[in-house]
Nanobody
Framework: VQLQASGGGLVEPGGSLRLSCTASGSIFSIDVMGWYRQAPGKQRELVAVIASASSSNYLDSVKGRFTISRDNAKNTVYLQMNSLKPEDTAVYYC???????????????WGQGTQVTVSS
């Protein structure tokens, strides 16, 4: 299973970016898809997750600004980031909890990371 993320970049404070991440390979189903981030000198933190039934959870500091969504037909998760702040600067990683068969144990797979920089 491979995850390919895209959409990072440099944006001014108050701007927007949309991240995308597509999972490919031996996939029966994906239980959970999510985005994490890691800023320099800090631990990786969960930004947002979305389950197969589309229930979602967010880091408190991004609630109301970020929206996670998924397209199950495309095995793709999106993160729409609005009203970006300098403290959102980090490498963003996507994650998918994948089952390779109906009764198979789910495993977590990670994308390569995409840099988001919020600066004027």
């Amino acid at each position: 299973v491979q995850l390919q993320a895209s959409g990072g970049g440099l944006v001014e404070p108050g701007g927007s970016l949309r991240l995308s991440c597509t999972a490919s390979g031996s996939i029966f189903s994906i239980d959970v898809m999510g985005w994490y981030r890691q800023a320099p000198g800090k631990q990786r933190e969960l930004v947002a997750v979305i389950a197969s039934a589309s229930s979602s959870n967010y880091l408190d500091s991004v609630k109301g600004r970020f929206t996670i969504s998924r397209d199950n037909a495309k095995n793709t998760v999106y993160l729409q980031m609005n009203s970006l702040k300098p403290e959102d600067t980090a490498v963003y990683y996507c994650m998918s909890r994948v089952r390779k068969s109906l009764l198979g144990r789910p495993d977590d797979y990670w994308g390569q990371g995409t840099q988001v920089t919020v600066s004027s």
